[in-house]
C-alpha cells in the first residue's frame, strides 16, 4: 500500500475533511488524523487501522484507559495515548445542549439522562451525584466515588454531606455496572434503602437512585 505522501494533497483525510466535512472520514481516518503520525512502513491512518482491529471495535477501543491503549504497539506512546482517551472522553461529554439553562430531574428517566455522560464508557463503577433544588432544577452533578468492577462505593454519608454542602434540598443517585447489566444487585437496593432514610434524617428529598450502562438504565428500588 502507497503512503500518505504518495497521496495527492487533495485526497489526504486533513484536506478531505476541510473540504467536506468529517462525516466523509472512515473510522480509522479519522483516528489517523488524532495520531497524527506513524511509524516506518506505517502510516497514520494503518497505524489506526491496526489500533482499532487490534481491540476489536472502535466502542471497544474508546472504552481503553490511556495507559492501556500506551501498551504493546509500535507507535502509540503516552501523548498519543492520552490524545486518543481525552477525543473519546470529548465525544462522550458533548450532549446536546439542554433546552433550559438548568436541567430538571421529574424522574428516573431523567436522571439517568443527566448522569450518563459521566458514566459510559467505564470499566470501573463510579458513582453520581445529581444535586437539585426543591423544584428539582439541577445545581451540580458531581462523581462521589471512583471503585473497581467488583465492588460498590456508595456512603451515603458521604453524598449527604455533598448534597448539603452544594446547597441542595434535593438529590439523585446514580452508579454503572462496568458488567454493562442494569439489573440492581442486592447491595444496590440496600444503598436506595439507606439513601432514602438518610435524606429523610436530615431534612432532604431523595429522588431516586439507577444504574446506568453504555446501553441504558435501570431504577434501583428500596429493599
Not at 451540580?140 to 456512603?155: K, Y
Not at 455533598?162 to 446514580?174: D, E, I, K, P, R
Request: glycine share 12%; with cysteine; net charge positive.
Amino acid at each position: 500500500m502507497g503512503r500518505m505522501r504518495d497521496v495527492p494533497a487533495r485526497d489526504r483525510p486533513r484536506e478531505r475533511l476541510l473540504a467536506r466535512g468529517a462525516e466523509a472520514l472512515s473510522d480509522r481516518e479519522l483516528l489517523g488524523l488524532l495520531l497524527g503520525a506513524g511509524v516506518p512502513g506505517q502510516d497514520a491512518v494503518e497505524l489506526a487501522g491496526h489500533l482499532i482491529t487490534r481491540h476489536g471495535g472502535l466502542y471497544e477501543l474508546s472504552r481503553l484507559p490511556a495507559h492501556e491503549l500506551a501498551v504493546g504497539l509500535a507507535g502509540i506512546g503516552p501523548s498519543k495515548a492520552a490524545r486518543v482517551a481525552a477525543a473519546f472522553q470529548l465525544g462522550r461529554r458533548a450532549a446536546p445542549p439542554s433546552p433550559s439553562a438548568r436541567p430538571q430531574v421529574h424522574g428516573s428517566a431523567d436522571l439517568a439522562t443527566i448522569a450518563a455522560p459521566l458514566l459510559h464508557g467505564l470499566r470501573h463503577e463510579r458513582v453520581v451525584v445529581v444535586v437539585c433544588d426543591g423544584a428539582g432544577s439541577v445545581l451540580r452533578t458531581s462523581v462521589l466515588t471512583e471503585g473497581a468492577t467488583d465492588r460498590s462505593l456508595l456512603p451515603v454519608r458521604d453524598v449527604l454531606a455533598l448534597v448539603l454542602a452544594a446547597g441542595g434540598t434535593s438529590f439523585g443517585v446514580a452508579h454503572n455496572h462496568p458488567t454493562g447489566r442494569t439489573d440492581p444487585s442486592e447491595a444496590d437496593r440496600l444503598a436506595t434503602t439507606r439513601l432514602a432514610a438518610g435524606a429523610t434524617a436530615v431534612g432532604l428529598r431523595f429522588l431516586d437512585h439507577a444504574v446506568v450502562t453504555d446501553r441504558g438504565w435501570r431504577r434501583v428500588p428500596e429493599v
